[in-house]
């Protein structure tokens, strides 16, 4: 085989409209209320994102208790539950809310059809934080499945059963959970639209039609992103190799040597900037040529929270007044 000397990259990859939205809510939070300010956990799962802000003056925590009186709060693009939010009222600090829309839009469906008499599915992976807010909305009749076989541990107490579902999943594995819950729940209700989000699902459509085309799979995405560990999984379940990196530094040459064609993407919370540091590390490996895949051109936009000069967003409120 002959020597690296192509890449392919996916189109769309990178920031999502809720990871851009995340990002200036930090960066706009600083300009105008002075640091430190603080986040409840890592604002996207990105340790260059994450990192820079640090160097802002962003301070990343778990516990409120760290929190000082009357400081400036940013809840992270993963949502927390009611508890966190209501301790965070009590405490009086200035909270920015950064939670996804996306992810919103899950807790505000599982508030209305709670009070409705719901029980719910939750598809996702324990621990996660968007599963602990989305979870976290109820203190009871929530069950977690991850996988096929845990759709039989689901006892509900009432026949009212509806499903939601991580919004960073993979398209497929959810697709095959899903048809297992139907099976056993066949009147379980179904979202009005797939919760996962329209960048996660772009962003493995453009893997599934990159990785057929390459010999490799590099994905740029740091170990606690769930949607760039589902493209890697992707990618591999395609039959291509593939590989994670947080950075150029973490490319291996050996990856490469009988591997002449590379196919590189990036998850939905890893930057452009590391996207062309890896490039320029594939064309020091001898890659000769990068040419994008055609894809969808996303145009999606969230607006800011009041409170953070978003212009934008008075003005969208004064119309519907």
Not at 5 to 26: Q, Y
Request: net charge negative.
């Amino acid at each position: 085989m002959p020597p690296l000397a192509e890449v392919l990259l996916a189109e769309p990859r990178g920031f999502c409209a809720g990871v851009d939205r995340a990002i200036e809510i930090v960066e706009r939070a600083l300009k105008r209320f002075g640091a430190p300010v603080y986040v409840r956990h890592e604002i996207v799962h990105n340790t260059y994102v994450v990192n820079d802000l640090k160097a802002k003056g962003a301070v990343f925590i778990e516990d409120l208790a760290e929190v000082p009186a009357g400081a400036t709060l940013v809840f992270s693009a993963h949502g927390v539950s009611k508890a966190v939010r209501d301790e965070a009222d009590r405490r009086g600090f200035r909270v920015f809310d950064a939670t996804c829309p996306l992810v919103t839009k899950v807790h505000v469906e599982v508030d209305k059809l709670a009070r409705e008499g719901y029980e719910f599915v939750m598809i996702g992976h324990k621990g996660h934080p968007e599963v602990e807010g989305t979870m976290g909305q109820l203190s009871d009749g929530i069950y977690l499945v991850e996988e096929v076989a845990d759709v039989a541990t689901v006892q509900p107490r009432s026949g009212k059963l509806a499903v939601v579902t991580q919004t960073t999943l993979s398209v497929d594995d959810a697709a095959e959970i899903l048809a297992e819950v139907k099976r056993r729940f066949p009147h379980v209700r179904e979202p009005k639209k797939q919760d996962i989000c329209y960048a996660t699902q772009n962003r493995q459509d453009a893997v599934k039609l990159l990785a057929p085309k390459v010999d490799v799979v590099v994905v740029v995405g740091s170990p606690t992103s769930s949607n760039s560990n589902r493209l890697r999984e992707l990618a591999e379940r395609l039959g291509t190799p593939a590989y994670m990196v947080d950075d150029a530094a973490d490319l291996l040459a050996e990856w490469f040597e009988t591997r002449p064609r590379v196919g590189l993407t990036a998850g939905a919370s890893a930057p452009e900037v590391l996207v062309r540091e890896v490039i320029e590390r594939l064309r020091a490996l001898g890659a000769t040529s990068v040419r994008s895949l055609p894809g969808v051109r996303e145009t999606v936009h969230f607006p800011l929270p009041f409170g953070l000069g978003d212009k934008s967003m008075r003005e969208a409120a004064a119309s519907r007044s």
